[in-house]
């Protein structure tokens, strides 16, 4: 397998792995950021440069709502959770990302 960083997110996958990120509990982007790589065995790292863009879309969306707190090292972080239509958002992406693995997994069998 490639190191994580070669492997780059696809089109959509940041979305779902956000989401997924924050279906728990409220985290800053640090927090988002480290929880995507763990529970995706450090096969993404997602940068900034990457996150923070798609946190303001999402939330303009209407899928995150956020507040501004303190994080654990007492610095001042903005806090994003899931609304409504984030949870039904990502059952949504989940059940959409079901059909594609399947439909790959398919696809790559070796014969």
């Not at 728990?24 to 096969?43: C, E, F, K, M, Y």
């Amino acid at each position: 397998m490639p190191p994580a960083a070669s492997i780059a997110l696809l089109q959509g996958t940041l979305d779902v792995l956000i989401l997924k990120a924050l279906a728990l509990q409220p985290l800053h982007g640090l927090g988002i950021s480290r929880r995507i790589a763990q529970v995706t065995n450090d096969t993404f790292q997602v940068k900034p440069g990457s996150l923070f863009p798609a946190l303001h879309r999402m939330e303009e969306a209407g899928w995150l709502s956020a507040d501004w707190g303190e994080s654990e090292n007492n610095r001042r972080a903005k806090f994003y959770r899931l609304t409504r239509r984030g949870q039904q958002q990502l059952k949504q992406e989940t059940e959409n990302w079901g059909r594609i693995s399947a439909a790959m997994a398919c696809a790559l069998e070796i014969p």
